[in-house]
């Protein structure tokens, strides 16, 4: 821009220029003198306050006894809005303004007053914990890490059995892309072994990512028993279950199931979960059916089927693309090397050129 500096995304940005109006938050010194500039008026015209220098909820315009349920409520239905958001967009759109309240909420946390610190800690866990999925999802793996252990650490400060046993769960799939298969391990076993007050969809999740563990370490029956147990334990739920574990769906644990025995190189196996999930699945998930086809498309590739391996990875375009994520760029990206041994086929080109779009 003509000022010479980066600011922030636009969605990022309403967020920052809602809080300054409403006087959660003051802008720094480089957007105070933006504005100034702008606008062509000095700060007092604006009513810039200067906040810097003060921290935690004063920083955030309030006190310990203004934070209460109202407080708790609103950051909780924010959250719910950025996990559909994630659901129905990818991450892209989602990991800047989702960092940016979470600073926020952990600025108010250290000044309430119990109940609502347990409560807004226990919160603070959940946006970490996102935060570290939106990050997997974007192929960071680092940042993946250190937000899953931020949100696993906190589950334990805050003492809730389920959201300890979820983000264990969450701190072996990230151990296991970033090739810790040890890590990965440790983590997979205390998540499915966290007792028996565990909802079932929580519990499901835990041996979905044991059978990816088994199948890593080329574990072939120790990956099919935990496919098993999470199949079964995902139809036991009959209901939404923790906020946390809603998207896991038995189109969720069917695409899963096929991604380990994939991993496996049983490709026939692979592909009839993954048709299972395709046929479950729920359009309000279009993130994870783009990657469900991704993968599909990608495992005919691996067993030789150029026909079935473009007409789905073609189907898989038109989901990502208004649903960015890494794991299925990835996944497509596998797809079109595995085929370009027949890129003469007109059906290859066809594929490649609308691979260009998202790959």
């Given amino acids: 821009m003509r000022f010479g500096v980066r600011v922030a995304s636009r969605p990022s940005l309403k967020v920052a220029v809602s809080r300054w109006e409403n006087r959660h ?9 933006l504005l100034c500039s702008i606008f062509g008026v000095e700060e007092a015209a604006l009513g810039l306050t200067r906040l810097d220098d003060r921290s935690g909820s004063a920083a955030a315009g309030l006190s310990p006894r203004t934070i209460g349920p109202e407080v708790v409520a609103y950051f909780d239905a924010v959250l719910r809005q950025y996990v559909l958001a994630d659901a129905l967009l990818g991450p892209c759109h989602v990991t800047g303004v989702a960092v940016e309240q979470a600073t926020q909420l952990q600025a108010v946390c250290r000044d309430a007053h119990e109940p609502y610190r347990r409560q807004l800690l226990s919160l603070a866990s959940e946006y970490a914990e996102f935060i570290g999925w939106l990050s997997q999802d974007s192929g960071e793996p680092a940042r993946a ?9 906190l589950a334990l400060f805050v003492g809730d059995p389920q959201r300890v046993a979820y983000t264990a ?8 892309d970033a090739g810790d298969v040890e890590t990965a391990a440790g983590f997979a076993s205390l998540s499915t072994n966290a007792g028996t007050d ?4 929580i519990t499901a999740l835990a041996w979905r990512q044991r059978a990816h563990v088994s199948a890593a370490t080329s574990d072939e029956p120790g990956c099919r028993a935990a496919n098993e147990a999470a199949i079964e334990d995902v139809a036991q739920a009959v209901d939404p279950g923790p906020d946390m574990a809603a998207y896991c769906t038995p189109a969720y644990i069917q695409m899963e199931a096929g991604a380990s025995l994939a991993r496996l190189g049983d490709h026939a196996r692979a592909i009839d979960h993954y048709r299972n999930a395709v046929a479950l699945w729920d359009d309000g998930q279009r993130r994870d059916k783009g990657l469900c086809l991704a993968r599909l498309a990608d495992t005919h590739a691996a067993a030789g089927d150029v026909d079935e391996a473009c007409s789905t990875a073609i189907e898989a375009v038109h989901v990502t693309a ?5 794991r299925a760029a990835a996944a497509l990206r596998s797809t079109r090397n595995r085929l370009h041994r027949h890129r003469r086929d007109p059906r290859v080109s066809e594929l490649h050129a609308r691979l260009a779009a998202v790959v």
């Fill in 25 to 33: 938050q003051a802008p720094d010194a480089m957007y105070r003198r």
């Fill in 169 to 176: 769960m969450r701190r072996s799939s990230v151990a296991l």
């Fill in 145 to 153: 890490v250190d937000w899953t252990v931020r949100a696993h650490d």
């Fill in 322 to 326: 208004a649903s960015p994520s890494a």
């Fill in 198 to 201: 565990i909802p079932p969809r």
